[in-house]
């Protein structure tokens, strides 16, 4: 199966190229797997990987145009030639690895993590079966950046536009009936950039590996707000 992955070293090369791989496919072979093949062949080859098993996040690339986990990938739904990048609108530091830090820097600026005004009481805080339901299809991001990274809004506005990711985990907490900070999260997405220059183009909810939807916790903020204004 011939493979085209994105080589750039910006330090050596004055331009990016595409280097093409023989690789041999076996029955249920992912992505992952083929690229540690390339790396076998050419150990100069770098990529970002760790779990395997689409938990941890890291090897998110961009294949045939559209944005993807390796790991949960398989070579057989792909169409050859296959041709890997990095992930859109990023700094390349080395080949397929990109620099992840304004994605990270939008992730804490939402605050993820419970907020209360309330004394802690002695053992956990209770929630009721119906209030835990409301965070099914949110706490399951594991932050890749499938979604930010396929934003034409985020491309635009890297700095000022938190993107779809973040926002997922801003409404994560606001749904949370543990979270006490409400208004001061609310108060913090005001403005015409950090929420509002989502325009519902929706390629976050495709790309998804984890089949989340940021454009509807989106929708939900700005539906909060709007109450919470009249
Ligand atoms: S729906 Fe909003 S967040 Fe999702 S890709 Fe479109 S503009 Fe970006
Ligand atoms: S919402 Fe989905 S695509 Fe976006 S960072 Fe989370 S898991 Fe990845
Ligand atoms: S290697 Fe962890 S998600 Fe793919």
């Known amino acids: 199966m011939k493979i085209r992955v994105y080589r750039f070293h910006p330090e050596r090369d004055q331009t990016p190229r595409m280097q093409s791989f023989e690789v041999a496919a076996r029955p249920g072979m992912m992505l992952r797997e083929a690229l540690l093949e390339i790396k076998a062949l050419d150990e100069s080859f770098a990529f970002r990987h760790s779990c395997g098993e689409g938990v941890c996040g890291s090897d998110s690339v961009n294949v045939n145009g559209r944005n993807c986990l390796a790991c949960t990938t398989a070579l057989a739904d ?19 690895i990109v620099d992840m830090s304004q994605f990270y820097d939008h992730y804490r600026a939402i605050k993820p993590y419970l907020i209360r005004t309330d004394p802690l009481p002695e053992h956990e805080i209770h929630q009721t079966p119906e209030a835990r339901a409301k965070l099914d299809g ?5 932050l890749c950046g499938c979604c930010s990274t396929a934003c034409p809004s985020f491309w635009w506005n890297p700095e000022r536009f938190h ?22 999260r609310l108060d913090a997405l005001e403005g015409a950039y950090k929420l509002f220059r989502c325009h519902s183009i929706m390629n976050c909810v495709e790309v998804c590996p984890k089949g989340l939807n940021p454009t509807q916790a989106i929708g939900n903020i700005k539906e909060l707000m709007l109450s919470q204004a009249l």
């Open 163 to 184: 993107g779809p990711a973040a926002l997922l985990q801003a409404w994560r907490f606001l749904a949370d009936s543990r979270d006490q900070a409400t208004d001061e």
């Open 78 to 96: 792909l169409q050859e030639p296959i041709e890997v990048r990095p992930l859109p609108g990023r700094p390349v530091i080395r080949d397929l």
């Open 138 to 142: 949110l706490y399951e991001c594991i």
